[in-house]
């Protein structure tokens, strides 16, 4: 069985036509396996959040072919009319910010894909009770988003990405709002959930604190998507 | 299943509800104005209802005495009454007038008949304190929203007037309040000049005017008889106009007031598409503000089926909410209005028929805005 998570093969990204077009990807193509934590590093507009959310079917690609587990779901256009099934049920996402519903509680919020997923009420709130406990927020699952903390926040946050078991973990700077305790806190559960869960987790970040505990770094170069391992000099941006 | 609706409401309780009894008021305004409708149909049919008479004859050739005005003889009375068929017949009288009392002039409606006749206007249901009129002068019974008591005298023409008793809910097709007097004194309010005119008549070569005219005669008929063929009889023979209780009705209900009945009618209408805009504007507002929510959902996933549940049901809430407390609104302030304002529960199911579209229609502003947002706009992207 192929351990493949994501692939992407000569991905194309460009925005406007004519002499306003601007190209943010040009053949972009790279792998990342179930169980990595792969760090994509660039600098601020180079595109790292555009091509997340392609990935996660949420901006469309120019050109180019895009791969979630053995899926093919984009070949120069998708392949699939329901886009946000695949998101419902492939793919968690994090965020800078926590971005909960602020009009549901944490067990609410946490509950709401894998409801809409066809997942029944009681054995929803079993798995979401299970993750609070996992991230040290059972005591909380009731509470409102804006009676939490912002560390506590984010912690619901990847609860709720985990919450529809997904092959993929999309996560856009999530530990630029934290402290860099919190956010090694952060990424080492990450860290964990890839190993444990046999996730692939695909994570943005500028903090070059980080970069040490992931497996693989992702850096976009000229248009293009470099990978390389983890050394002593990071060098990012 | 999680009700996003319910969790959204509950977010935001105080300022739903706020904004639920605001459109609540404006709704409560066109269900008063329905009443308004209702009422005028009703005040037109008081007086016809009361004197239940089958025949109203009246001056040739006019819609008489109401929609126009009709003078013809008091002794007509007598020649309806030996037409055949005829059972009862009296001459009756209606006019303006304004009573004097401390507050200022009250307008209103007198009906003159003759107390020793056999057609009494006076509903005895209707008569809520002392009697009816028992002598040919100078008695009138008032109805209590004129504001007179039971013995006060009145100053009317050359006459002093005692109250002996006073109806409740008796108006005329106008709305304004109905007074009774006797035949005679009416009479001479209305067609009895003052002694500087009669001289002044005399001078200019006119004499004898003739004070024993009625507004017209109203007749009942015996049982067996055929309404509309007495009624067509008396047309022929004696060159009267006459109308059935029913042509009356109408003359009253459509000619009378359609006017102003078609202009409430707009008012309504004008304002339920002002309560359905303004009911639009605000799920457009609500939806605006749940833009980045609205995002963030449809980026994890969540399907338009939710998230478009969530806009409608709020609507059809705000709706229903708004519904109740325009019933609760218009019920407390009916009573003030100085006319009469009839809530009827046919009316207010309408209404709520008409606000559940008018809502349905509104949350589809709500809908549009729902579909069309970008759920890259959840991360500013």
């Not at chain 1, 555009?50 to 469309?60: A, F, K, Q, R, S």
């Not at chain 1, 549901?104 to 709130?125: C, D, F, M, R, Y």
């Not at chain 2, 009422?39 to 025949?55: E, K, R």
């Given at each position: 069985m192929s351990r493949q998570a994501i692939k992407v093969e ?20 790279f792998c990342v396996d179930k169980g990595e ?18 990935i996660g079917c ?7 072919k895009i791969w979630l587990g053995d899926e093919k779901v984009y070949d120069?256009?998708?392949l699939t009319?329901?886009t946000?099934k695949i998101r419902r049920e492939k793919i968690g ?71 529809n078991k997904p092959q993929i973990i999309l ?23 890839a190993?444990?869960q046999d996730v692939a987790v695909i ?35 | ?381």
């Amino acid at each position: 069985m192929s351990r493949q998570a994501i692939k992407v093969e000569n991905l194309v990204k460009n925005f406007g036509e004519g002499d306003a077009l601007v190209e943010v990807l040009n053949g972009a193509s790279f792998c990342v396996d179930k169980g990595e934590l792969v760090a994509l590093v660039a600098p601020s507009g180079a595109g790292k959040t555009t091509l997340l959310m392609m990935i996660g079917c949420v901006e469309d690609p120019t050109s180019g072919k895009i791969w979630l587990g053995d899926e093919k779901v984009y070949d120069d256009k998708w392949l699939t009319n329901e886009t946000r099934k695949i998101r419902r049920e492939k793919i968690g996402f994090i965020f800078q910010a926590h971005y909960l519903i602020p009009f549901l509680n944490i067990i609410e919020n946490i509950t709401l894909v894998p409801q809409a997923n066809g997942v029944s009420e009681k054995e929803s709130e079993k798995t979401a009770m299970e993750l609070l406990e996992y991230f040290e927020i059972a005591d909380k699952a009731h509470a409102m988003p804006s009676e939490l903390s912002g560390g506590q926040n984010q912690r619901a946050a990847i609860a709720r990405a985990l919450a529809n078991k997904p092959q993929i973990i999309l996560a856009d700077e999530p530990t630029a709002a934290l402290d860099s305790k919190r956010s090694v806190d952060v990424v080492k559960m990450l860290k964990k959930i890839a190993l444990e869960q046999d996730v692939a987790v695909i994570m943005v970040t500028h903090d070059e604190a980080m970069l040490p505990l992931c497996d693989r770094i992702l850096k976009i170069e000229d248009k293009k998507v470099v990978s390389s391992k983890i050394s002593g000099k990071n060098v990012i941006f | 299943m999680i009700n996003l609706a319910q969790k959204e409401i509950a977010h935001t309780f105080g300022k739903f509800i706020v904004t639920a009894i605001g459109v609540g008021m404006l709704l409560g305004i066109v269900f008063v104005m329905m009443g308004v409708y209702r009422g005028m149909i009703i005040d037109a049919q008081v007086l016809l209802d009361d004197l239940d008479v089958d025949l109203w004859v009246v001056q040739e050739n006019t819609l008489g005495p109401f929609a126009e005005a009709s003078r013809v003889h008091e002794d007509l009375k007598d020649t309806i009454h030996v037409i055949e068929g005829i059972a009862k017949s009296e001459g009756i009288t209606f006019q303006n007038l304004q009573l004097p009392s401390k507050e200022g002039p009250v307008r209103v409606f007198a009906v003159g008949f003759d107390p020793y006749g056999d057609i009494n206007p006076i509903n005895p249901k209707r008569l809520v304190e002392g009697r009816g009129i028992s002598k040919s002068h100078y008695e009138m019974v008032v109805t209590d929203k004129t504001g007179f008591h039971l013995n006060e005298t009145l100053r009317l023409g050359r006459d002093d007037y005692k109250v002996v008793g006073i109806t409740h809910g008796t108006v005329s097709s106008g709305g304004d309040p109905l007074v009774y007097i006797s035949l005679k004194d009416a009479q001479e309010l209305q067609f009895l000049y003052s002694n500087a005119r009669i001289r002044n008549d005399r001078a200019r070569g006119i004499t004898g005017v003739n004070s024993h005219m009625v507004n017209a005669v109203v007749a009942t008929i015996k049982a067996g008889y055929d309404v509309d063929k007495t009624a067509e009889d008396i047309r022929r023979f004696k060159h009267k106009s006459v109308y059935t209780k029913e042509e009356e009705k109408v003359i009253l209900t459509q000619n009378l007031i359609k006017r102003a009945s078609k202009q409430i009618g707009m008012f309504t209408v004008i304002l339920v598409v002002v309560s359905t805009i303004i009911i639009a504007l605000i799920i457009y507002t609500m939806t605006l503000e749940k833009m980045k929510e609205i995002a963030i959902m449809k980026l994890i996933g969540i399907p338009n089926s939710m998230i478009i549940k969530m806009i409608v049901q709020e609507t059809v809430l705000l709706g229903v909410l708004a519904f109740i407390a325009g019933n609760i609104f218009a019920h407390l302030i009916y009573t003030k209005f100085p006319k009469r304002v009839v809530l009827e529960t046919p009316d207010a199911f309408a209404l709520f028929v008409v606000v559940i579209i008018a809502s349905i229609l509104a949350s589809i502003v709500g809908v549009k805005k729902v579909i069309s947002a970008d759920p890259a706009q959840a991360i500013g992207g």
